[in-house]
């Protein structure tokens, strides 16, 4: 793997473990085993190699949840084939634990691939949902923006639940709970 390549992955996986603070960058070059030339070499300084790595992992989520959203299947199967896809519950949302982190929220530059990350999520559920109506699979009275809203919002909840429980369980029961009030398997 290339230099480059190591300090952005090495620089996703600190910010999603530590946040913003708690990623130096000695620390990044010293889980990329790279050097501080090469980071100085390649991004102007731990800012700018954050919002390459925040960055890549909105991409990431992104990808992800089309696997699932983008599928074959009813509007109903896709969001929940979407809500019960493996995570990873305890560790949180790499982009949503971000969202949390006041140094992330108060700089503009690292805060826009994050709120970008989210609007295109809730507009990409909103997508699927307006799918489910238009086949008669929700009810014409499903909002598809605020049902989308929704959605994202009780996965980040329940991120926040389980971590604070120290348990999983929280989260499956706020995702069982709404696939229960969307009616998917």
């Known amino acids: 793997m290339e230099t480059v390549e190591r300090l952005i992955r090495s620089t996703q996986e600190l910010l999603w473990e530590r946040g913003y603070v708690g990623t130096s ?12 030339g090469s980071m100085y070499h390649h991004f102007t300084g731990k800012a700018d190699l ?3 790595a925040i960055e890549r992992s909105g991409a990431e989520l992104r990808a992800a949840a089309e696997e699932q959203l983008g599928a074959e299947g009813t509007a109903t199967e896709r969001i929940g084939n979407y809500l019960g896809r493996e995570r990873e519950v305890l560790r949180g949302c790499r982009i949503g634990r971000l969202a949390a982190d006041p140094d992330v929220v108060a700089d503009p530059l690292l805060r826009a691939p994050v709120a970008e990350t989210f609007e295109w999520l809730r507009i990409r559920l909103a997508e699927v949902v307006a799918d489910g109506k238009r086949t008669g699979e929700f009810p014409e009275s499903l909002d598809p923006e605020r049902t989308a809203a929704t959605i994202a919002a009780v996965l980040q909840g329940g991120y926040v639940l389980a971590r604070a429980a120290g348990s999983p369980e929280p989260f499956e029961l706020a995702v069982q709970g709404l696939t229960d009030l969307l009616g998917a398997k």
């Open 25 to 36: 960058p000695k620390a990044i070059q010293r889980v990329a085993e790279a050097g501080q």
């Open 50 to 52: 954050a919002r390459v």
